[in-house]
């Protein structure tokens, strides 16, 4: 396995990626509930955006795992590709043939987007904290057992 020194994020990164991610589902999510649709239609796209959060944070864990070294299955790899994939292209398809104006649609498909796109940042951010956490501790382990804890650390 090779070795990864991953960095902490900063804590700036860290706090955008969750304002984006509350931001664009939260947007997403007042304008369901404030559209004039019926409710099954409410219910396809607020599953839609729960559906495409998993599978984009499916998708960066496995490939992140791949990338790492750490056993990922091609099966579980190209399902979390084809649920991604498919999540966008049942939301384009429902936004095209939806009755909604065409403003609607850009303001759906763009909060959709930045959710998306947030929360596999969301992802990558507490990935590399706990990996950077990590990378510490055997850090101090490797100064303890050499006798250079006491020097390093003050």
Request: charged share 15%.
């Amino acid at each position: 396995m090779e070795t990864n020194h991953t960095s902490k994020p900063s804590p700036a990164f860290v706090g955008a990626s969750w304002f984006a991610l509350l931001l664009g589902a939260l947007a997403y999510l007042v304008g369901l509930w404030n559209a004039q649709m019926q409710l099954n239609e409410k219910g396809y796209y607020f599953t839609l955006l729960l559906y495409g959060l998993f599978a984009a944070i499916s998708v960066q864990k496995s490939v992140r795992d791949r990338q790492e070294g750490i056993a990922v299955t091609s099966l579980y790899y190209g399902l979390s590709w084809f649920a991604t994939i498919s999540a966008l292209l049942l939301l384009f398809i429902g936004l095209w043939n939806s009755g909604l104006t065409l403003s609607e649609k850009g303001f759906y498909g763009m909060a959709y987007a930045l959710s998306l796109f947030a929360a596999i940042a969301v992802q990558k951010n507490t990935c590399d904290s706990l990996q950077a956490q990590d990378n510490g501790r055997e850090r101090s382990v490797r100064l303890f057992q050499r006798g250079e804890a006491s020097e390093s650390e003050g």
